[in-house]
């Protein structure tokens, strides 16, 4: 069956960069995204890409993923107080209406 | 466009009581599909519905059920709660009308967290 997995904790001071590391096993995934969740809220679509790309940069954020080996990283560049959050990758199974999430990875920015 | 929404935003129900959530999608969207959040089990999938129709279920027991309207909104019910059915209930919803992953994409409302004492 499908299985998402990345690693639980990420610190990084002010203005660094951030990476955050999944990997997936469902290879009929057309689509993988990531998703922030700040305390008490829902979850907050950030970026997706569509699995034929290699990578994808939307202001901030980029998004690289390398197909053949399952693995899907999110770069957060110039890491802000406000970036504090729970970050999920997930993927979603075609025309199903079903994700498929990795357990989340906290994200602490230290000034 | 207004996002998904969710009601009641929090729940405190007693062991033995059911419950409904309501979750109202996008407009335009016509899958809808519930999750539970926990701090044991993470994010897990319970079911999706479209077009009035449940065509996905995930591993939970029967005391979770679920159903949508002509309108798309759903409702989400569980019975006889148990004290490990407190959690945050999230709602996705997304459009499906086409092929292709874009239409896939699940928005999630702010969710129903559910205390059960």
Request: hydrophobic letters at 30%; one cysteine or more; aromatic letters at 10%.
């Amino acid at each position: 069956g499908e299985d998402v997995e990345q690693s639980l904790f990420l610190s990084v001071r002010e203005g660094d960069s951030s990476v955050i590391n999944c990997t997936y096993t469902d290879s009929s995934s057309t689509y993988l995204y990531w998703y922030k969740q700040e305390p008490g809220a829902g979850l907050q679509l950030l970026t997706y890409i569509f699995s034929n790309m290699d990578m994808k940069q939307d202001q901030r954020l980029t998004v690289l993923l390398n197909k053949k080996d399952k693995h899907l990283s999110l770069r957060i560049a110039d890491t802000q107080t406000g970036d504090s959050a729970i970050y999920f990758c997930a993927e979603t199974s075609p025309n199903a209406g079903k994700s498929t999430f990795g357990d989340g990875t906290t994200l602490t920015v230290k000034p | 466009k207004a996002g998904v929404t969710q009601t009641p935003r929090y729940l405190i129900k007693t062991r033995g009581q059911q419950v409904t959530l309501s979750c109202s999608p996008i407009s335009g969207h016509r899958s809808v599909s519930w999750y539970q959040q926990t701090p044991g089990q993470g994010l897990q999938f319970l079911f999706e519905y479209f077009s009035e129709t449940q065509r996905n279920k995930g591993n939970f027991p029967g005391r979770f059920s679920g159903r949508q309207f002509s309108n798309s909104r759903s409702e989400m019910n569980v019975s006889t709660l148990e004290l490990g059915d407190s959690a945050l209930y999230l709602c996705a919803s997304s459009q499906l009308t086409t092929s292709g992953g874009g239409a896939d994409t699940q928005y999630f409302g702010p969710g129903t967290r559910l205390t059960v004492l």
